[in-house]
């Protein structure tokens, strides 16, 4: 009984395939919806993807649950000055110092992690090659603030930090423009006007210099050299220590940026913590440059989240538009398949009148419909796939192309043909065998 029943259903599907491969031009075009639809769909979501996981890199590279302290202009503005930046020019402010960022260790609570942090750009020199790099002064606690692993060697270590010693650390870019072929941990670099011993090599970083990383505190650090911030202070330059030589903040000789460090980052134990922390610090520190508000204090990983919520929104209205495309198609399915109801009234009416049922002509019809929308579904994984591809090599778009994206698309086709087949079908099977064979 069962095997009867599928034969007799094999039976219709095979009388659906000879007419969709009896007017393949007519199918082909049918299906176009389709293929555009799913293409659209798998290629939206890509992107969406390749999105989310941007932003994901971006927060490890800032960290998690991390505060940036960073200096602020203290030029008085155009208006009435009431923000408290024209006061910078008339109180005196020691600036963002390596005092402040001890004072918010021993203080904050929950600090799990803190790096000062201050930088220049100069050129390295070895064996007679010279390369432009960047120069950072960190704590020992800036590797694990921004979880940079290391490929080789070590990290400074405390009593090399305390005393300033000439280390560091170097990015994967500086190893291979002067260590590709050996081995740099002992070997010594020179910086500006000073010798510093390479102790360790940093895994090469994925992510590469944006706008949008700058914005959100983040250094890509290919092309970096990190030393000691004391080290910094005591052999490169000392802003603290110029501005007190020259004189009050108000002498026009003095230099503008009397900020000792470029940033100070904070990382606290827990994310719910990080609002009442950054309270916390914008009192300490206001107390501790005397009133004048001459820094700002970001959560980088808040402002990344926002930006991810802001591409949430733009990826679910793209998706949005591709399942238009797709509703677009099954409408045409459902036109084509009207359409063909009325041409082969004679070929319905004549199985009816040989013994077909209803339930036989339904399946026929319906198998048409199922038939055009998967195989639309299947050239439009395989275009949605070479589309996505092509956007990341083309405008160098990070796409991911997820098993479940695939799946949907096809889903969403494969229901499409069932939902604007069954229509079409119900009515050719509804239609009198006498009026049928009858009609011109």
Not at 49 to 68: F, P, T, W
Not at 117 to 126: D, Y
Not at 295 to 304: A, F, N, Q, S
Request: proline share 3%.
């Amino acid at each position: 009984m069962f095997k009867r029943i599928i034969n007799t259903y094999m039976h219709d599907v095979h009388i659906a395939v000879e007419s969709i491969l009896g007017n393949k031009l007519k199918s082909a075009l049918t299906a176009l919806g389709i293929i555009f639809g799913v293409a659209a769909v798998i290629s939206m979501l890509a992107i969406g993807n390749g999105a989310r996981q941007e932003i994901l890199d971006q927060i490890k590279m800032v960290g998690v649950n991390n505060i940036v302290i960073v200096p602020a202009s203290t030029e008085p503005d155009d208006g009435d000055g009431s923000d408290g930046q024209e006061a910078a020019t008339k109180k005196y402010s020691p600036g963002l110092t390596l005092s402040d960022a001890e004072a918010v260790k021993n203080i904050l609570p929950g600090v799990t992690h803190i790096s000062p942090e201050v930088s220049m750009n100069s050129f390295i020199t070895q064996s007679g090659i010279r390369y432009p790099a960047k120069l950072l002064g960190v704590s020992a606690d800036f590797f694990d603030l921004y979880n940079l692993a290391l490929e080789t060697g070590s990290y400074f270590s405390e009593h090399q930090s305390a005393d300033g010693l000439p280390v560091c650390v170097i990015g994967y870019n500086i190893k291979l423009k002067f260590f590709n072929n050996t081995n740099p941990i002992g070997k010594y670099v020179k910086f500006g006007n000073n010798w510093l011993k390479v102790a360790g090599v940093l895994e090469k970083s994925r992510i590469t210099t944006s706008s949008t990383f700058n914005n959100a505190g983040i250094n890509v650090y290919n092309d970096n050299i990190f030393i000691p911030v004391k080290t910094f202070l005591m052999r490169y330059q000392n802003r603290a220590l110029t501005q007190t030589l020259s004189g009050s903040q108000d002498d026009e000789t003095a230099d503008k940026n009397y900020h000792q460090l470029d940033r100070i980052i904070v990382q606290m134990n827990e994310t719910d913590a990080l609002d009442a922390a950054t309270e916390v610090l914008g009192r300490m520190m206001l107390r501790r440059h005397q009133g004048v508000k001459d820094y700002e204090i970001t959560v980088p990983e808040l402002l990344l989240k926002q930006q991810q919520r802001t591409k949430d929104v733009f990826n679910i209205v793209l998706i949005a538009i591709a399942g238009i495309s797709l509703l677009v198609g099954g409408i045409g399915i459902m036109n084509i398949m009207f359409a063909s109801v009325m041409e082969r009234i004679k070929e319905i009416g004549t199985r009816l009148a040989i013994g077909a049922k209803k339930r036989d002509i339904v399946a026929q019809f319906l198998a048409e419909a199922v038939l055009i929308s998967v195989t639309g579904g299947v050239a439009g994984v395989l275009l949605g796939v070479a589309l996505s591809l092509t956007i990341e090599y083309t405008f160098g778009i990070t796409t991911i192309i997820s098993f479940a994206s695939v799946v949907i698309a096809f889903g969403v086709s494969a229901a499409v043909g069932v939902l604007f087949g069954y229509s079409p079908a119900k009515r050719a099977a509804e239609r009198d065998p006498i009026e049928s064979l009858r009609y011109e």
